[in-house]
């Protein structure tokens, strides 16, 4: 499905993902770990089409297509969501009138059927209890005076409305208490499908608990360092971060390339 | 130059004023007489203001100076009817509590006052002047010095019609009352110039809702609008006020609000403004009593060459006052928007929560906002903010919106809908929520629906 090839990129200048490899197929759930600065934001970011980051070389295929070609919004349209470490507040436009549009948006890109926003509220009030929602957060503005547990649960929210084949959560359970956590891993788990595939980005093993990843990749300075399966998650818990700073620079790969 | 050649301008006008005192020389008080010869006088030294004074410095009114503007003395015809052309003007909530005026002439016939309660005084100016019950009342407002501008004197000195309205003590006014002031240009080369004055009585402890619109039949039609409203609250009561400036694209519109605040009084304010090609509002709420709150928001919306400006005064003169104030302006194309915004915090106004907010978004680079939020404080206890800002669409806000698939220009007019909802979304008449809805997105030539 997901196919990164040698990607660099940059911010202002600054390289910071320095030549990665991976490869995501169907049904599988992949974990991004490292230490903070290794660059695991910016992968997610890269793959969503963020403007501040350049491509520097590499190439990304998804679904065969040239995914670094695409907007953002063709992006997502394709079927790429990433949620978001730190979820934007839209002052004004309500969660409903959003999500119906970018639902809306996508139908049309298929050829679907799109909603109007009866048959929309209907839908959303389905998706909403994926993540424990009120109807009351859906006439709210966008994220607007949402703490940050209701933020994070509004981004899975809105990967259950879009249904997208990759979804890449960036620290989707940083800041979340333990209820919120377990609430956010539950509506990954049910919206997960043999044909869909999902990216979590995270700095701690908790969220791997909740959610099972079948490749675990270790990112440090730009590269992946360290690829194995769950366990090896397990393993950075217990010794942190630091140990890794030796195979730093040789980029040695341990575990058989995901797929 | 400029200034010598505005100050003849007025001559045009001096026929009007020998007509309409000939006219109405026998049926007016002669106190009355008096002080439209004073106002006129004045106008015609003064003349329009012109761009050298600091309080028009933006706006330059040339255009209105050199039109050839017909003052309009007497009721014509319209082509308006009760239920035909009129409708679309008309807010549900307010059907049958609605006060409408032709190009500044009250018309009975169009307008419908059977939700309002009996107490309530809603009458032509022309008719409080003739009513020993009021005529005292109105003399004060009228002599009441208004603002030191050609536009405020010449309003003085041409007014016919308007409106008297008292909302007795004690009295809850369910139905909002909407004075809607309809301008229809004329096609010929002698646009029409209307002076409406209304007067607004707000007994203790009563609350009403006020919705005071402009509108037009058509969207290019020329006329020139110069309203003055006076409100004065007393203590405890309560007024809402909307002002629905959505002239046609071809007039010129120059207001002037005033709100006198009485004790524990509480006067919210939002003035929309939208529509013609020059506008001008000025608004002074003066808070003269302890205890006395008031917000004071409002919406501009520009685009072409369309120009706005909005200055505003809100004087504290007493302890324990609040202000709040909320402007935000959306320009596009060339227009040109001006925001002067004075808070003044006169000496011993202790206590005073005095805040005020200018927002501007620019969606082209030919806009154009010059804002001036101005605090005078002379009182050591108060709690004052306030800031203006002129900016762009937020890029971060932008690539969420366009990371759920939802293309660039739609997200552009997504966060601008959105900036304009938060003055909207706090107006209590949902007939107007959902009217600035359309407007906003009609300007925007996008389609989704309104708040849910």
Known sequence: MLEIRNLHASVDGNEILKGINLKVNKGEVHAIMGPNGSGKSTLAKVLAGHPSYEVTAGEVLFDGKNLLEMTPDERAREGVFMAFQYPVEIPGVSNAQFLRLAYNEKQKHLGAEELDPLEFKDLLKEKAKLVEMEASFMSRSVNEGFSGGEKKRNEILQMAVLDPKLSVLDETDSGLDIDALRIVAEGVNKLHDPNKAVILVTHYQRLLNYITPDFVHVLSGGRIVKEGGKELALELEEKGYDWLKSANGKSATVAPQAG | ?452
């Open chain 2, 1 to 452: 130059m400029m200034s010598t050649e505005l100050v003849k301008e007025p001559n045009r006008y001096e026929e009007a004023f020998r007509q309409a005192t000939q006219g109405r020389a026998a049926d007016e008080p002669t106190w009355l007489q008096s002080l439209r010869e004073n106002s006129f006088e004045q106008f015609e030294q003064a003349g329009f203001p012109n761009v050298k004074q600091e309080e028009w410095k933006y706006t330059n009114v040339t255009s209105i100076a050199k039109a050839s503007f017909v003052p309009v003395l007497t009721s014509n015809g319209t082509a308006l009817s009760k239920d035909g052309g009129l409708t679309r003007f008309i807010y549900e909530e307010a059907r049958h509590s609605r006060l409408v005026f032709v190009n500044g002439m009250f018309r009975e016939e169009l307008s419908s006052r059977s939700a309002l309660p009996d107490n309530v005084v809603a009458m032509d100016l022309r008719e409080a002047l003739r009513s020993s019950e009021y005529e005292a009342t109105v003399r004060e407002y009228l002599e009441h010095p208004v603002l030191a501008n050609g536009f405020a004197a010449l309003n003085t000195a041409l007014f016919t019609s308007g409106l008297f309205l008292k909302i007795p003590r004690g009295i809850t006014l369910d139905a909002p009352i909407h004075l809607l002031f309809i301008g229809e240009g004329a096609a010929e080369n002698s646009p029409p110039a209307a002076f409406p004055r209304v007067m607004v009585v707000a007994e203790e402890n009563s609350s009403a809702t006020i919705i005071e619109s402009y509108a037009s039949p058509k969207d290019d039609g020329v006329y020139l609008t110069n309203a003055i409203v006076d409100l004065s609250l007393a203590d405890g009561a309560r007024l809402q006020h909307y002002k629905i400036q959505r002239e046609s694209m071809g007039a010129f519109h120059v207001a002037t609000t005033r709100a006198e605040l009485g004790p524990k009084s509480s006067y919210n304010s939002t003035a929309i403004n939208f529509g013609a090609t020059l506008s001008r509002h000025d608004i002074h709420v003066q808070m003269d009593h302890e205890g006395a709150e008031c917000s004071v928001d409002g919406l501009y919306m520009v685009d072409g060459s369309q120009h706005t400006d909005t200055h505003s005064v809100i004087d504290h003169r007493q302890p324990h006052c609040t202000s709040h104030q909320l402007y935000k302006g959306i320009l596009d194309g060339k227009s040109r928007a001006v925001f002067n915004g004075k808070v003044f915090v006169r000496h011993g106004a202790q206590q005073t929560d005095a805040r005020q907010t200018n927002k501007n978004l620019l969606l082209s680079t030919g806009a154009r906002v010059d804002t001036k939020p101005q605090l005078e404080i002379f009182a050591d206890d108060v709690k004052c903010t306030h800031g203006a800002a002129v900016g762009q669409i937020d890029e971060e806000e932008k690539f969420y919106l366009e990371s759920r698939g939802i293309n660039p220009a739609l997200a552009r007019n997504m966060l601008t809908y959105g900036f304009a909802e938060e003055v909207i979304e706090k107006i209590g008449v949902e007939s107007i929520r959902r009217e600035l809805d359309a407007a906003v997105l009609n300007r925007l030539h996008v389609q989704f629906e309104g708040v849910s």
